[in-house]
């Protein structure tokens, strides 16, 4: 029992210093767990005023203090295909402060299948694409708060199990995409790895960004077949690819747009005579003739080689013009088509994005001096390649005994 009138009396202060002055007539006494208010305690109140001056005495009343407003952040929420996010159960206390419950409440997923969540930490983790309710059961609580009970009749305080739920979802997740480049202006078979892209296609599309067109050849929960269709005006570089399905739209991952930007000497293909004599507008020469492959590479850095089977669509040629110094005096090439200069001439880069060069030398007088083969240049010249609609410009220097292209 607590005698209030004797503890003002007393005049004795509480374990914090806190004195109940001696002119205070009424007031209000709360009782808390000492772990603090959002820890259960059952409490049995009964309480009465007396008034000895006059032998009367009356009715108490109760102020329901409590929680409302129960939560489950964060509503709504996305996780990943084999990602993880913390959701948290919070509840609103009578005095406006918001206290958290996650490691005390129970926790439940309505479908095991799309996500799962630890049973007292709210943590979800995402199993396949889907929607998804995660539910938190709170600690039995006071659910009103400020209602009025009268000590004269039932307790009303309504006592009951508090609740949030928070609704999400799964996305689908691309795990990889392969191949992961393809030409401008040319079609790509693609497939997309993941989860969560669902069974049938439906109402699910892949969006491969600004200029590009699909088509389908499969669909499966974890793969999709698909046919990129690049306009030869579509944006060149990175293109990000989503697939969107009623659940959500997925992470991103890069297809890069290829531009033919460079050319290189494909290894071990190099191969070059030795200077010989030769014949030039009737007259001897000397001369060498050098033969290679050419790999098509694109606008990355450092350049990535062209391949697949769009690329066996592009028609090659070249044009040789003479620039300075002419050493050799050379008016004349062999090119890729007849006449020289000229193209096209149905001859097609293969799907390995290589292509030969088959004679790269000349015959020059200049080379030639009493009947035997001598060294001397350089006639330089720039070789303009035709790859489809795209040109890259060689620079090419011609010696008596070699045949350089960019200097090497």
């Not at 030039?280 to 697949?308: H, K, W």
Request: with cysteine.
């Amino acid at each position: 029992m607590i005698d209030i009138g004797m503890l003002i009396a007393m005049a004795q202060p509480d374990a914090n210093g806190n004195l109940i002055p001696n002119y205070i007539q009424e007031g209000s006494v709360v009782f808390s767990n000492p772990k603090g208010r959002a820890q259960w305690m059952t409490l049995a109140v009964c309480g009465a005023f007396y008034n000895p001056r006059k032998a009367t005495c009356g009715e108490y009343w109760v102020d329901c203090y409590g929680y409302s407003n129960p939560q489950a952040l964060a509503d709504p929420f996305s996780v990943a295909v084999n990602g993880a996010v913390q959701l948290h159960a919070k509840a609103t206390y009578s005095d406006g402060t918001v206290d958290d419950f996650t490691s005390s409440s129970s926790w439940t997923s309505s479908s095991t299948p799309v996500a799962t969540v630890g049973a007292s930490t709210g943590l979800v983790s995402g199993v396949s694409g889907g929607t998804v309710s995660i539910s938190a059961e709170f600690p039995l609580l006071v659910t009103y708060t400020g209602e009025l009970c009268s000590e004269g009749g039932p307790l009303p305080c309504p006592v009951a199990y508090l609740g949030g739920g928070s609704s999400g979802s799964v996305p689908p997740n691309i795990t990889s995409i392969s191949p992961s480049m393809g030409l401008i202006g040319a079609s790509t078979t693609v497939t997309l790895s993941g989860s969560g892209f669902g069974d049938s296609q439906g109402s699910s599309t892949v969006n491969a960004g600004t200029g590009t067109t699909l088509s389908y050849s499969s669909w499966s929960d974890t793969q999709i077949g698909a046919t990129f269709q690049v306009a030869s005006n579509a944006p060149s570089g990175n293109h990000s690819v989503t697939v969107t399905t009623a659940v959500a739209t997925s992470n991103s991952v890069n297809f890069y747009v290829q531009i033919p930007t460079s050319l290189s000497i494909v290894k071990g293909t190099n191969s070059l005579t030795s200077e010989a004599t030769c014949t030039t507008g009737g007259s001897t020469g000397c001369g060498v003739t050098r033969s290679f492959t050419y790999q098509v590479n694109d606008q990355e850095v450092p350049p990535q080689p062209i391949t697949g089977s769009g690329i066996a669509s592009l028609q090659f040629w070249d044009a040789i013009q003479t620039t300075s110094p002419n050493a050799l005096g050379l008016t004349g090439y062999t090119t890729t088509c007849t006449p020289s200069n000229t193209g096209p001439c149905g001859q097609y880069v293969n799907s390995s994005g290589q292509f030969g060069e088959k004679s790269l030398g000349a015959c020059s007088t200049a080379c030639i001096s009493n009947g035997a083969c001598v060294t001397g240049g350089p006639t330089n010249a720039n070789q303009t390649w035709y790859i489809g609609s795209f040109s890259i410009v060689q620079q090419l220097s011609y010696y008596c005994s070699k045949v350089l292209v960019n200097g090497q």
